[in-house]
């Protein structure tokens, strides 16, 4: 329905016409506000009466898919960067994901690495879903060379706020930088 939004989000609904039994898909644009499993919209052709989500997927920059590959309820993608940051945290620290998941998204899934400027310090990082650390993934572990440190993947993390997921970073010595990717998120 509509144009394709640009760097969005789209939401995409089996449709069927009972009377005829004919079905097909409907796309509609779900970047600001999360898709019901049932289309409530006003573009529904005629005839047209029963539908049920089936997926959420990406758009790029011209208004394209972005390639994925979608199991059930879960979209794969090519791996995007969702935080760099050198600030260290013990407490849960909130970062936006806005840009690589919909607002309907429940979990995801990536890779998490920390590395130290330095060598020999005891380095930690952690993904969460809240501050209350739901669903946490991290590593904790020893660099051994200067700029070493470590990237492991983090599975279902679950999106508790919307868009939102929470770190916490720290290093013994030296400069800690965390940084991040989603490579699949599920809805």
């Known amino acids: 329905t509509g144009t394709a939004p640009v760097s969005g989000f789209v939401a995409i609904y089996a449709i069927s016409n009972p009377t005829t039994g004919v079905s097909a898909l409907l796309a509609?644009?779900?970047?600001?506000?999360?898709?019901?499993?049932?289309?409530g919209g006003a573009n529904m052709p005629a005839g047209y009466t029963a539908s049920a989500l089936?997926?959420?997927v990406p758009t790029n920059a011209s208004s394209q898919f972005v390639a994925c590959?979608?199991?059930?309820?879960?979209?794969?993608?090519?791996?995007?960067?969702?935080?760099?940051?050198?600030?260290?945290?013990?407490?849960?620290v909130p970062f936006s994901i806005a840009g690589v998941v919909?607002?309907?998204a429940r979990t995801c899934r990536g890779n998490i690495q920390v590395v130290s400027s330095i060598s020999g310090a005891t380095i930690a990082a952690t993904f969460m879903?809240?501050?209350?650390?739901?669903?946490?993934?991290?590593?904790?572990?020893?660099?051994?060379?200067?700029?070493?440190?470590?990237?492991?993947?983090?599975?279902?993390v679950p999106i508790v706020t919307a868009q939102t997921l929470f770190y916490t970073g720290t290093s013994t010595a030296g400069t800690m930088t965390i940084s991040g990717t989603i490579t699949c998120y599920s809805i």
């Not at 794969?76 to 945290?89: K, L, N």
């Not at 739901?134 to 599975?155: D, R, Y």
């Open 28 to 39: 509609s644009n779900a970047t600001a506000a999360v898709a019901a499993e049932v289309y």
């Open 54 to 56: 089936l997926t959420v």
């Open 69 to 92: 590959y979608i199991a059930d309820r879960q979209i794969f993608i090519v791996g995007v960067y969702i935080i760099t940051t050198t600030t260290q945290s013990g407490s849960p």
């Open 102 to 104: 919909p607002k309907n």
């Open 129 to 156: 879903g809240s501050t209350s650390f739901i669903g946490s993934s991290g590593i904790n572990t020893n660099n051994t060379a200067v700029n070493g440190g470590l990237n492991v993947p983090f599975a279902d």
